[in-house]
């Protein structure tokens, strides 16, 4: 499957970006999905997470209640809608697909070995 990502640009903070996530050449709905950013000098970190489904969406803390993940498997395309942006959550953002069981555990969910294919970032910037 390929992945591209798009959506990002400059908000002040308390603003809202929606990224959306394009998927081709496969079954879209047989990959677990997820968001991961890097900030620069930082580690590429988890943001969130959905099963094939749709059924289940996970978070990482610090976005919980702020970020929603959710996905349209009809036209092969993730979102991630972003309310009440922070100027921490600045980075690029990647969208990502997973071949394994996301659900299965937090840690497959959150390590990046876990995903197979990767879009190629969007970034994001939030002024304070």
């Known amino acids: 499957v390929q992945l591209q990502a798009s959506g990002g640009g400059l908000v002040q903070a308390g603003g809202s970006l929606r990224l959306s996530c394009a998927a081709s050449?496969?079954?879209?709905?047989?990959?677990?999905m997820a968001w991961f950013r890097q900030a620069p000098g930082k580690e590429r970190e988890y943001v969130a997470a959905?099963?094939?489904?749709?059924?289940?969406?996970y978070y990482q803390s610090t976005v919980k209640g702020r970020f929603t993940i959710s996905r349209d498997n009809a036209k092969n395309m993730m979102y991630l809608q972003m309310d009440n942006l922070k100027p921490e959550d600045t980075a690029v953002y990647y969208c990502?697909?997973?071949?394994?069981?996301?659900?299965?555990?937090?840690?497959?969910?959150?390590?990046?070995?876990?995903?197979?294919?990767w879009g190629q970032g969007t970034q994001v910037t939030v002024s304070s």
């Open positions: 990502a697909a997973s071949e394994r069981q996301i659900a299965l555990s937090l840690r497959i969910r959150t390590t990046p070995n876990s995903y197979n294919a």
């Open positions: 050449g496969g079954t879209f709905s047989r990959y677990g």
């Open positions: 959905i099963q094939g489904s749709g059924a289940n969406t």
